[in-house]
């Protein structure tokens, strides 16, 4: 599909004779001041890729030619776009969307509106029950049970917002069927002011049930009632949705996948109770302002298009295989984890909604760690290595707890925003030295995203500017973004190598192989 | 140099036409146990790698012309092997294993035993030092304050051993020159009960001075006396060792790389100050147990080397541009982070030891979060995305904590083993499916390294364990691993940019043309 678009074609002939940023006529002022998205509260530099406004028509008009602005309305407004053509797939609405619309410029359908309607119900249920908590006053400690979309993305945002949480409050997380994960955590709190948040979709994923019955046992233990201490987020009618276990329950749907499902109640619950009620509706303000984005058709005006756009240039196009996001936000450290799952998970993918082969690369790996930090380790492989990674930068004027000093004349704010744009210039126009040592190639693209501050709203913002990204991608691509059927194989070994432990007879040589040696090791 | 070796010819012509490890003539019981490495602690096996006794014949021929043992000997004793032939460069000995020489097989070189003695004096320094701590009976809280090597391997590895931890004491580290992650540390902490290390072997890293400013300023506000909260860990005569300000400081040498400094004094302060000194010492004993390895002339015997050849023949003839660091442990969730340092900076380069342009790949993109985590993530990439990564897996037999659970009959530790195992065989084996989506390729490459345990002796041997493998690679590839020319550019262009921020004069229009833009984003 992707190969029969008239732009691919002419944007491969443009491909064998890309522009090299550190040829002087590019990196001008006028530039960065051309190359560049601005809205009331973002600000999107791309003048730092290897784009020319010949490459950005085509890439324009292959956004024009895959439909995927069409695409993208559709699956805001319900219809089925989780689905492979022709094979037993999923077969599902991708209403993500639905979790955060509720504000202005709503989806018209009747479908987005009835999943709204729902979703707003449960957001609902949240504000009483965040008042009831309030009443208590006798909650410290907050604990999330999740794995993969309920743990990495709610994890995220709630480290990234930690600023504006509730005074007293502390949020854990459970993820890992590692004993330590839960033993580490558990011998640190003080169980009978700890309220844990159990989260699975079916009601029956293995790590969570496992560590969720770890805590009740420990509850129990401190000769605490399991139930007065748990509620659960679940699909209704799950085995989990169970009064007699949870002192309440709050529903998903199978039509929010896990990854993206931050905004439903697999994030609302824990981010409500951390940072209060209004909060959390400003967090789905920004998530929701992106989305009406989203479906602008001008890809100029359209950021998670645009960034799609690009990022596809830089994969299928100048095949850089990897992208790192390195954010100058240290509470944003576990951001890049989040959107390792929603991009790879998403589109790591080798088969188009057809069902057949794909003949180009999908999903890239995505990777990065928060700067400066990553200054100080992998950007000697950024500037001089032999692959080339393209960055995505994304930065804050404004410092989170505006708790800011003056040091040798200038405050950590201005040095933190000094290196990003420094960085930024740095990996694109390099520097001719005769010490071939200490000589930089440039030429390594990247994109800088600004917000004036990290808020809730912002937050938000960023957070779908990212799953919209993803899908635009996807519907390029022409691949179903939504559906992970490669998590399944493993898990079946996993049964069979568990038989194993348990004694249980399995025709599997390998498996008894490897387990035979592991235990000559065990003491 | 790398082209020369006859071997890399012929596994040129071996690469064209690797093993498919989906053939079920390689996959067998005698696979797994021949391409097996054990020795009393460790299990490691590679026969879900592409390779075949050919191959492997042929890599060990290139460690012999590589004459790499050799180097990894000259660098264990001291010789100049940081340094670039007929250019400036920083010339200068490589000694972090003399960190940890003082146990069996020490090195024997003049230059190998003063450089063990200086650090013992150190490590004896720092054994009075706890003795003095314990006797106080103040301190509950430790913050190292450092970044990039002093940041990273120290957090890791302290958060790989919290399990081992003295009774109520609590580690905590400040690195970002982002106001944030100063600001939300220290509004957790009681400063009364908090002792401060401050971390830079220079004594000038920007954001470790600013940091440091913080923490005086907040001591001062609270009324406290910053001399008595804070040690230092620097170079001797470097602004920071200095008695007037710190209550005690320890030193490092210019022979101890930033990110190679994990078992000297910079990961040793804080180590010992969280686990006691004897658990530090036994963690020293285990980095040194895989020093003496890495001598081992023979690769099948030779750990590091043997991980570090199956990189290259993964990297340079199988092409694949990253490595996915999994460990199957949450407490080492820090620990790919740690790497990717150690190997993007060590071998992120494009020059050789003669100042020639490489033209062959040198170190790739290391990236990776613990499992089973990862398996709700990322792994639909690793499984059917288009891109193959090689994995490097690490387990324990036995749990840190050793409280485990039976959940529908297995423990937590059982589950986790299962998954690891059953991962490495799903990547390699694949599955057939008539539905493509849900087809697996396999012949995705991976090995496992299993411990027994992890202590703060295995922690060692896993440490020690990846500096040489990257040692390795990089005297294979012939350059050098131990500077790290590619961070200049941007501190240079950084200092410019801050001068932009405090309104000196700079001409550097790039800049400012980017100054004003986000300024308008200013509220």
């Given at each position: 599909m992707f190969y029969q678009y008239?732009?691919?074609?002419?944007?491969y002939q443009l491909s064998k004779n890309p522009i090299d940023l550190t040829d002087p006529q590019y990196l001008t002022v006028e530039r960065i001041q051309e190359f560049l998205i601005q809205t009331e509260e973002i600000l999107y530099f791309y003048g730092m890729q290897r784009v020319t406004s010949e490459v950005l028509d085509l890439l324009y008009r292959l956004a024009?030619?895959?439909?995927?602005?069409?695409?993208?309305?559709?699956?805001?407004?319900?219809?089925?776009?989780?689905?492979?053509?022709?094979?037993?797939?999923?077969?599902?609405?991708?209403?993500?969307?639905?979790?955060?619309?509720?504000?202005?410029?709503?989806n018209e359908s009747l479908e987005a509106k009835k999943a709204a309607k729902t979703a707003l119900e449960e957001?609902?249920?949240?504000?009483?029950?965040?008042?009831?908590?309030?009443?208590?006053?006798r909650w410290t400690d907050i604990v999330q049970i999740g794995i993969g979309g309920s743990d990495l993305g709610p994890r995220a945002i709630a480290t990234a917002l930690e600023a504006y949480y509730k005074k007293n409050r502390r949020i854990h997380f459970i993820?890992?069927?590692?004993?330590?994960?839960?033993?580490?955590?558990?011998?640190?709190?003080?169980?009978?002011?700890?309220?844990?948040?159990?989260?699975?979709?079916?009601?029956?994923?293995?790590?969570?049930l496992t560590n969720e019955y770890f805590v009740k046992e420990a509850l129990k233990a401190a000769r605490l009632h399991p139930k007065n201490h748990m509620i659960s987020v679940t699909g209704k009618g799950s085995p989990m949705d169970d009064p007699s276990q949870y002192l309440?329950?709050?529903?998903?749907?199978?039509?929010?996948?896990?990854?993206?499902?931050?905004?439903?109640?697999?994030?609302?619950?824990?981010?409500?109770?951390?940072?209060?009620?209004d909060r959390f509706i400003e967090f789905l303000r920004g998530a929701h302002q992106m989305d009406v984005m989203a479906k602008i058709k001008d890809p100029s005006k359209n950021l998670p298009l645009h960034g799609a756009l690009l990022g596809i240039w830089n994969r299928n196009f100048l095949s850089y295989p990897t992208v790192a996001i390195i954010?100058?936000?240290?509470?944003?450290?576990?951001?890049?984890?989040?959107?390792?799952?929603?991009?790879?998970?998403?589109?790591?993918?080798?088969?188009?909604?057809?069902?057949?082969?794909?003949?180009?690369?999908?999903?890239?790996?995505?990777?990065?760690?928060?700067?400066?930090?990553?200054?100080?380790?992998?950007?000697?492989?950024?500037?001089?290595g032999t692959d080339i990674v393209p960055v995505e930068f994304i930065g804050f004027v404004q410092s989170t707890y505006e708790k800011d000093l003056s040091f040798e004349k200038s405050t950590s704010q201005e040095k933190l925003l000094s290196n990003l744009l420094a960085q930024s210039i740095a990996l694109a126009q390099g520097y001719f030295d005769k010490n071939p040592n200490k000589n930089f190639p440039g030429n390594r693209p990247n994109s800088l995203m600004f917000f004036s501050k990290l808020t809730p709203k912002t937050m938000g913002m960023l957070l779908s500017y990212y799953e919209h990204k993803i899908a635009f991608q996807g519907f390029i691509w022409g691949i179903n973004s939504f559906d992970q059927e490669g998590v399944q194989l493993g898990k079946r070994i996993a049964e069979k190598m568990l038989h194993l432990f348990q004694g249980i007879a399995e025709d599997f040589p390998l498996g008894a192989a490897f387990l035979e040696k592991i235990f000559t090791l065990k003491k």
């Open positions: 008239p732009s691919v074609q002419k944007l024009k030619e895959s439909l995927c602005v069409e695409k993208m309305k559709a699956m805001q407004n319900g219809e089925i776009v989780n689905s492979i053509v022709g094979f037993a797939s999923e077969h599902r609405q991708v209403l993500h969307t639905a979790s955060r619309d509720f504000f202005d410029h709503a957001v609902e249920k949240l504000q009483m029950f965040c008042a009831q908590i309030d009443r208590d006053d993820s890992n069927v590692d004993p330590d994960d839960v033993a580490g955590l558990l011998k640190q709190l003080d169980l009978s002011t700890t309220l844990f948040i159990s989260v699975s979709k079916s009601g029956t994923t293995l790590e969570t309440a329950s709050f529903y998903i749907w199978d039509y929010i996948g896990g990854r993206y499902s931050c905004t439903s109640m697999v994030g609302g619950v824990v981010l409500a109770l951390a940072m209060g009620f954010p100058y936000a240290q509470v944003l450290h576990r951001f890049s984890a989040h959107l390792q799952q929603l991009d790879m998970e998403s589109n790591g993918k080798q088969i188009d909604q057809q069902g057949k082969h794909v003949s180009y690369q999908t999903g890239p790996v995505i990777w990065g760690e928060p700067g400066t930090n990553g200054q100080h380790s992998f950007y000697q492989f950024l500037h001089q």
